[in-house]
């Protein structure tokens, strides 16, 4: 782990400023937050959580450098997307970008919400990320704690995957909009043909 872990700060370093090195991207989704949304799953995890959902996140490698203006070009392109969500992978390894482009999306209406697998209390401490409280300062719902496979939960009355987890809403207006469900799951079919399974556990999921 220590070599894994000075290899994957060396990665994030590598990563210019004002961009974001991410695993996928999609619009209209339903089941990952309020409403319809656009989501961002992150490249880059160093837990590696037994019965993880996107193992293919946990690498830093650099898989797809995209620039946070773009990213709120895209998602501001698409007027279904009334709010956008940070998974992946671990958003907060990447909160100072993803902190910029929440700041532009949310200068346009949207709201914003993180999954994230370090608990709250860890992100305000300090050893937290760089960057981890200008991105809680811009989140309306943070979604924290590690999957812990032990404790999976997949029914319509659970919005989080494990029940260690826990939904905290900074947005007040958002509170009666909690509507999603750890059991749901929906596929999206892209232009080339690939789809995206989502939402059943917080996965992402390409399949050709």
Known sequence: MPNRKANSYLTLMEIPPGYLNIMGYVDESEVNGPGCRAVIWVQGCLRECPGCFNPASWSFEIN???AVEGLVKKILSN????????SGGEPFWQASALAQLA??????GLNVMSFTGFTLEELQGAYAPAGAQALLNELDIL???????????????????SRNQRVHVFNPE????????????????L?????????????MSLTE
């Open 79 to 86: 007027p279904r997307n009334e709010g956008v969500t940070f």
């Open 174 to 189: 958002l509170r009666d909009r909690l509507n999603w469900a750890s059991d749901q799951m929906e596929i999206h079919i």
């Open 143 to 161: 979604v924290d704690g590690p999957y812990i496979e032990s404790l999976a939960v997949h029914t319509p009355d659970f919005l989080v995957s």
């Open 64 to 66: 797809q450098l995209v």
């Open 103 to 108: 700041h532009q999306a949310k200068a346009y």
């Open 191 to 203: 232009k080339d043909g690939s789809r995206i399974i989502t939402g059943y556990r917080g996965q």
